[in-house]
């Protein structure tokens, strides 16, 4: 069964520093990964995705991702956070077999005024 | 104009009750989900339809039950609710293979 894992459960910045956030999966064949957040007390949104193609990928808010397909990796970037990127960052790779979607257990990013 | 709608947002209840959580998408999608998210954020899929059909279930207790009436909607009842179900709920719908999450129901159980 395929995993996802996320190596940062709980990551503390400062506003303008820069971020990075790690994301494995152990499947070796294709796959549609994405990264989701969720602020506090609201649900998921999708922040981006990647299905094929450039391996890196620009969301939402400013947020990119790159594919390292040998690495078995997509990692999360922002150059610059702010305060109100608090939130959790969630790690998802489609199961292609059945559709499934599974998690990361995702990490904690609280960023400090 | 909700994408993916739930309702209730919140629900307390006590041990051995029965209770529902509606879900409603207006995207016109064709597959649908239940994900639980439990106390550690952790989030795991519980069931997916597509046009009605049951087609993905996990290992959850058969105390819980979807129920699809159109493709719209996805209902999911709860039988004889433990402790151990207390959690947020989340409906989501999917097209080309992109999932889109509804608002959650958090659900405790005293």
């Known amino acids: 069964a395929q995993s996802v894992s996320q190596h940062n459960h709980h990551v503390i910045l400062s506003e303008a520093a820069s971020l990075e956030l790690g994301c494995n999966y152990s499947?070796?064949?294709?796959?549609?990964l994405f990264w989701y957040v969720q602020y506090p007390g609201q649900h998921l949104q999708l922040l981006l995705k990647?299905?094929?193609?450039?391996?890196l990928v620009k969301g939402i808010k400013g947020f990119e991702a790159e594919f390292i397909k040998s690495k078995f990796s997509f990692n999360l970037r922002k150059p610059s956070v702010q305060w109100s990127d608090t939130a959790e960052y969630f790690c998802a790779v489609n199961e292609p077999s059945t559709g499934k979607l599974i998690f990361g257990q995702g990490t904690t990013l609280q960023v400090k005024p | 104009d909700t994408a993916v709608s739930q309702t209730p947002k919140y629900l307390v209840t006590q041990m051995g009750n029965d209770k529902s959580i509606k879900c409603e998408q207006n995207l016109g999608h064709d597959t649908m989900y239940w994900y639980k998210q439990d106390s550690k954020k952790f989030l795991k899929i519980m069931f997916s339809y597509n046009n009605k059909e049951l087609i993905i279930n996990e290992t959850v207790p058969n105390r819980f039950s979807p129920k699809s009436p159109d493709k719209a909607h996805l209902n999911l009842h709860i039988n004889s609710l433990e402790l151990g179900d207390s959690a947020v709920y989340f409906c989501a719908s999917s097209h080309l293979d992109t999932q889109y999450f509804g608002p959650g129901t958090r659900l405790t159980v005293l």
């Open positions: 990647y299905f094929s193609g450039d391996p």
């Open positions: 499947y070796g064949g294709t796959v549609n």
